[in-house]
Every structure is written in structure tokens, then in C-alpha cells.
């Protein structure tokens, strides 16, 4: 089948040059992931058996990097039909995977063609192109009327003009998502000819992707200001938008900046004498929103235990205090401390305090408070199952249920009660503890 153009030479070597161009620029946006323009005249690049209807003969690309007059030639010459030249090219890693080829043919009766396929899973093929009767594999040009040369060779432009004209159509097909990141990706040319007079010639077949670009997860947005406490306020041992906190009757000693986690400033608090209360760093109150999951953190060094608690204000102005960690001394290391909460109803803003509670010292560092999504289950427990007075019949009923059903009990005993009638044994006590049940 031939296409006429009707242009003037000079519009038909503009047209050439912005085709040679977008061609290109299509290709260098890519990754070539498998390239084969038979310049080695083998097939040493496909995969094993060749069908025995695909040949080597002459032709050629010639806007591709093909150096060489040799292309792949099938035929209908032998039985079985239908045979394949295929190759195996993993696409994990991109996508926007396109297949493109050359190709031209020569006395295909209706029916004759050859189908180019690929597949994701090496089982289901789906077509990319036929190559039929009906499919354009050559065009002539012509000037005022007449023909001056066609693509497949016949013609030539007089002087002063020249042009070189592809003998084989360039074809680039975009291929579904499905081809995207699939080791099972292959792609194959099979033949569908009836007799040795059928020919269909291909070169530069090229399979290319696009990497797959990963972004990274954001970081939670922390709805701390100044979370690390570089930043120091008009008074320059106080850090901005953090204030010095404390009750009770102690001597609390405030020190800002200190050597840190992460950066350059970290802030300490330390009790000289201490009868009663706390004294912590504390950052501004923070809007939160009721029935929301937040998750916090810091970093810490500290000489004696600390305690992690969340100050809620509530819509009538009253506070409510929810201890959420205690954490252990750790004066050599820095050690982080990440607890999860949800926000009840009628709260409007909130305050962490990470605090200390007796003659020590406590350095804080790199705080995160962020909303997130609610977890499908508590991080940690909600209810404890608690019982009173060590009775005998709490081990002899209740103990074994809970210890079938894997839940742990509190149990409150009277040591002096033990071993009456009645009441548990020591052995009794002992095997409780042993099972994971708090005395």
C-alpha cells in the first residue's frame, strides 16, 4: 500500500528533519532496555529456538543507530506456521515501556501477516501491531505532481536537492500500565503466512521504559515550633516558643543551651532538693482535634527516672493530666521515648510535659508531636482485669480462663491472709507469677 504526499521537496526535507527530531527526543527520554539491530547477523540476542521462517537478509533502518544493511526477514515458507522469534526483557524498575521497529513487506495475501505481541506473565500475549496488506511500510514523495522517490528506495530527487529516505516505516507504540515493572515481560514477533512468497522485514527493534521514580515518604508534620530547640528567644537562655515549668517544694535549676541530640541545642532541668512536685521544659499549648490519634517523641539523657505526661485544656478551661511513659535513667546515652494518644472530647489544645520528680537531672532534645491515622489496635492497653484480697477461689475459677484466653490479671493480695482457708497458698502466688500475672 502506498501513501502519496503532495509537498514541495523543500516541505518534504523540513517534514524528514522534525521527524528525525521528535523520533530522538522520544527515545532519549527513555531507557533502552533491549536494543537488537542485527548487526551481528545472529539472532544470539533472543531467546532460544528461533523459529525457522525468521531469516537475516539486507535492509535497514537509517535514522536508527543501524550501521549495517541487515534485517530480519519472515516468511511463510515452512510448516508449522505460526512460528516466533521472541525475546525476554524484565520492565522491574520502569515504566511507560514502548516497543518500536522498522518494518516493511512484500506480497502478503489477505489473512498474511506478522503479529507483533507482548506479555507480562509469559502465558497471555497481546497484540501490539499486525503487519498486513493493509498497513503502510513505504512512502512516495512527489513534487507538483510527480513522483520523485519513495521510501523504499525507488526514485531520486534531482539536483540541487538530495534527501535519504528511510527504506523501512518507523513505528513506537506506547504500551498499557500493565507492562510497567514486570519480570515476566517478553515481547515476540510471530508469523501468520501461508507460503514462501509472503516476506516481512524488521530492524531496530527496541524495548524502553522509564525509571520508576519512588517518592519517598514526607515526614509527618510536627506541630511543635522550634522541636529541637535551636532557635533561642529575645532572652537567650530560654529557647523560642518554650517555657520553664515546675510545682511543688524542690529546687529546680533551668539550663539552656546544653550539649545536644541533634544539632546544637538541647535543654536541661535538674533538681538540687526535692520534698515534692516536678520541673520540666515545656513547649507551647498546641490546638489538637478531639477523637484524634497524636503520636509524640523526644530524645533524652538523664541520672534518675523521668515521666512522660499530656496536660489537656479542656473547652471550660479546666486542665486534665494523663501520665503516658515513665522512662528509665540513662546518663551515658541518648535514649527516645515515642508514645501514641488520643485526644477526648471537649479538649481544644494541649501541652507534653517530659518531667522530673526527684534530686537529679533530665536533658531533652528533638521533640515530634504529629497527628496520625487512628491505629486498628491500642499500642497500649486500655483495661486491666484487677482483683482483691487473694482469694482461693480467684485462682481455682478466674486464673484459668484468663490464662486459656492468653489475657495477664493485676492481683491485689494481703500477704497476711495467705495460706488461710479461703485464701491462695504462697505456691499459689508463685505460679501466678510465674504465668505473667502481676502480684
Known sequence: MILRKKFGVFVVMIAIMLCF???T????????LFFEGFESNTFSAWDTPVGSNFALSGGTCRMGPDSNLVAVKTTGTLAPHGQILKKSVSTVGYENISISFCFKWDVLENGDAAIIEYTTDGTTWNIVKTIDNTTVDHMMYAADNTEIATSNGVGQ???????TLDQLVSHGILLPVDAANKPGFAVRVREQMTDGNDFVWMDDV??????????????????????SLETASSNPNL?????????????????Y?????????????????YTNGDAKWYFNNIPVTPGQ???????????????????????????TYITLAQESASPLSWQNVQTNFIVPANVTDLAVFHMIKQIGYLTVDNYLLTAIASPSEFNTGKVSLTFDDSKESIYANAIPILDVAGFKSTQYTISSRLNLPGYMTTSNILSMQANGHDI
Open 157 to 163: 530527487i534531482p539536483t540541487p536537492f538530495s534527501v
Open 293 to 319: 490519634t497524636y503520636t509524640f517523641s523526644n530524645w533524652y539523657q538523664s541520672n534518675i527516672p523521668s515521666y512522660v505526661a499530656v496536660q489537656f485544656k479542656m473547652s471550660d478551661g479546666t486542665f
Open 239 to 255: 529557647p523560642l516558643g518554650w517555657s520553664k515549668g515546675g510545682w511543688g517544694t524542690n529546687t529546680r535549676i533551668f539550663t
Open 21 to 23: 527530531f521528535i523520533i
Open 206 to 227: 527496541r524495548v524502553s521504559g522509564t525509571p520508576i521514580v519512588v517518592t519517598p515518604p514526607q515526614p509527618p508534620s510536627n506541630l511543635i515550633s522550634n522541636p
Open 25 to 32: 527526543g522520544a527515545q532519549a527520554a527513555s531507557t533502552s
Open 257 to 273: 543551651p546544653v550539649a545536644a541530640q541533634d544539632g546544637a541545642s538541647a535543654a536541661k532541668v535538674e533538681m538540687t532538693s
